[in-house]
Structures are given as structure tokens and as C-alpha cells.
Nanobody
Framework: EVQLVESGGGLVQAGGSLRLSCVGS????????IGWFRQAPGKEREGVSC????????YYADSAKGRFTISRDNAKNTVYLQMNNLKPEDTAVYYC?????????????WGRGTQVTVSS
């Protein structure tokens, strides 16, 4: 069974940091791009960041550049999202997803999400 499981969310004050983790199982993790998405109440889901499986290339939404860092540890089947200088507008449910085409465009598997709440 394919699974992606997020963890690391929580409540943090503005300016604080969190590190999210996404652990994959049931598929060849190294071959997949893994992306992070978020969805705030009443808003559409948006892409935050992605890391390729083949060469570790990384991509960031403008809202994440300079504050968030994505990384992966294939030995642990885990992708991390380090989030620094958090803002109230970062409050959302954060999801990770896997893309077997390694293109950061076609998402095959999704996790259930982890809540991030940033207080002002």
C-alpha cells in the first residue's frame, strides 16, 4: 500500500519555525519528485515547494522563497520542509504529494495533511 504521511505541524508564533516531514512507503521513493502543498480555509490549494528524485533539484513558490527549505533523505524515505520566519498567512493544512514522472507536475499520491497555525 502506498502511503505518504506528514508530521511536524503545530501552533507557532509569527517569526517562529517549524519543520515538516513527509514519509513515503509502498513505492520507490528515490524515483519520485515530492512536493509540498497547502490549503487555507476558503482558499484553493497552492503549491509551496518541490524536490526532484533524480537530482534533488528544488523549486519554490514566491511565497516560500527565502523562508522555506525543502530537502530529502532517501535513506529514510523522507522529505522535509523547513519553514522559518513564519507568518500568519502561512496558516494552512500542509500536504505532501508524490510524482512518479519526477517532473513536479503530475501528482500520483497524496498524504492526509498536517495543520500549521501561525499566531500573530
Amino acid at each position: 500500500e502506498v502511503q505518504l504521511v506528514e508530521s511536524g505541524g503545530g501552533l507557532v508564533q509569527a517569526g517562529g519555525s517549524l519543520r515538516l516531514s513527509c514519509v513515503g512507503s509502498g513505492f520507490t521513493f528515490d524515483d519520485y519528485a515530492i512536493g509540498w502543498f497547502r490549503q487555507a480555509p476558503g482558499k484553493e490549494r497552492e503549491g509551496v515547494s518541490c524536490i526532484s528524485g533524480s537530482d534533488g533539484s528544488t523549486y519554490y513558490a514566491d511565497s516560500a522563497k527565502g523562508r522555506f527549505t525543502i530537502s530529502r533523505d532517501n535513506a529514510k524515505n523522507t522529505v522535509y520542509l523547513q519553514m522559518n520566519n513564519l507568518k500568519p498567512e502561512d496558516t494552512a493544512v500542509y500536504y505532501c504529494a508524490g510524482d512518479r514522472s519526477d517532473s513536479c507536475h503530475d501528482w500520483d499520491y497524496w498524504g492526509r495533511g498536517t495543520q500549521v497555525t501561525v499566531s500573530s
